[in-house]
């Protein structure tokens, strides 16, 4: 009898399938995954690949994102319930009629959300390359960022570009705490703060290291006999170990936690083993997007890849 692992080596061969894994995913969804990254290198991947079958080990929006680069291809995802908070204080309705206000703004909409916000959008980013796509717009327009606001003022202030931002914020690095840095830094002098641009500015105005994901888990590879206290969802550990097994890595707790010293995303944890597993063996369940949305909500991802590629 064939173990979880083998049967999902088994079916990928048999489906022509990938298995794409968010570096925030548990860590035996990373160990089989065919490639593991941040959103920008999820979709770069998902673009290039040629397999008949993804399936996408993340939340909804990457899926779709997937879905959306490879319209043909069946893509599956471990469940469908697997939100993410800044998709959900972003109501399309409340967008459309606050761009509305906006109206002579290049809307840029960061990639972590939803389909219709893509849809409305000028230019999507990634937390990866969002500094060269903003400097890569007109500067005879203002700019609307969203749904981010974390990450829209900390842009702001990288690129000098005064932005219009939307009200919302990642659950996960909006609860990093600056006195629990303090408190960190104090009993780990020498330890550098590695900290993702969705936490908010009194979080990173402590960071020795401001980064996406992938920039972040660099950073321990350049440095692999270094000690850190990484403020990003817990997941990175994962691949951080890995590549600097040497490393001293100190996760940083969300506000008020003092017992388990991590932060992990709720909605990223809803993915099981199990649940790619089954995902391989029913087809199921599919990303089906409406062709005319995905028309609108492809074109700013395309835009993306031309301003940065």
């Known amino acids: 009898?064939?173990?979880?692992?083998?049967?999902?080596?088994?079916?990928?061969?048999?489906?022509?399938?990938?298995?794409?894994?968010?570096?925030?995913?548990?860590?035996?969804?990373?160990?089989?995954?065919?490639?593991?990254?941040?959103?920008?290198?999820?979709?770069?991947?998902?673009?290039?690949?040629?397999?008949?079958?993804?399936?996408?080990?993340?939340?909804?929006?990457?899926?779709?994102?997937?879905?959306?680069?490879?319209?043909?291809?069946?893509?599956?995802?471990?469940?469908?319930?697997?939100?993410?908070?800044?998709?959900?204080?972003?109501?399309?309705?409340?967008?459309?009629?606050?761009?509305?206000?906006?109206?002579?703004?290049?809307?840029?909409?960061?990639?972590?959300?939803?389909?219709?916000?893509?849809?409305?959008?000028?230019?999507?980013?990634?937390?990866?390359?969002?500094?060269?796509?903003?400097?890569?717009?007109?500067?005879?327009?203002?700019?609307?960022?969203?749904?981010?606001?974390?990450?829209?003022?900390?842009?702001?202030?990288?690129?000098?570009?005064?932005?219009?931002?939307?009200?919302?914020?990642?659950?996960?690095?909006a609860a990093f705490d600056a006195q629990q840095l303090d408190t960190l830094r104090l009993a780990n002098p020498n330890a550098r703060i590695l900290a993702h641009p969705e936490c908010p500015s009194p979080v990173l105005e402590r960071a020795d290291v401001i980064g996406s994901t992938s920039a972040l888990l660099t950073y321990v590879m350049d440095h692999p006999h270094d000690s850190f206290i990484v403020a990003t969802e817990v997941g990175i550990l994962h691949k951080m170990r890995h590549h600097a097994p040497l490393a001293t890595l100190i996760p940083a707790p969300p506000l008020h936690v003092t017992e388990c010293a991590c932060s992990a995303c709720p909605h990223m944890k809803m993915n099981t083993l199990d649940g790619v597993l089954n995902a391989l063996r029913t087809l199921a369940p599919r990303i089906e997007i409406d062709a005319e949305l995905a028309a609108r909500a492809v074109r700013p991802i395309y835009r993306m890849f031309e301003l940065v590629q």
């Open 1 to 173: 009898m064939m173990s979880t692992v083998e049967e999902i080596a088994d079916l990928k061969r048999q489906h022509n399938a990938v298995v794409l894994a968010h570096y925030y995913q548990r860590p035996e969804i990373q160990d089989v995954a065919d490639a593991v990254g941040d959103s920008l290198q999820l979709a770069l991947a998902a673009q290039q690949t040629q397999a008949d079958v993804i399936v996408l080990a993340g939340v909804r929006f990457m899926a779709e994102t997937a879905k959306l680069l490879n319209p043909d291809t069946i893509v599956l995802a471990p469940t469908l319930d697997a939100s993410c908070s800044l998709v959900e204080q972003s109501p399309p309705d409340a967008y459309r009629e606050f761009l509305a206000a906006h109206a002579d703004h290049t809307v840029v909409s960061y990639v972590n959300s939803g389909l219709e916000m893509k849809a409305m959008s000028d230019v999507v980013c990634t937390s990866a390359n969002a500094e060269r796509v903003i400097a890569a717009l007109p500067h005879d327009r203002p700019l609307v960022f969203g749904p981010d606001r974390h990450l829209g003022a900390w842009l702001q202030q990288r690129t000098g570009r005064p932005m219009v931002l939307w009200n919302a914020e990642c659950e996960v690095h």
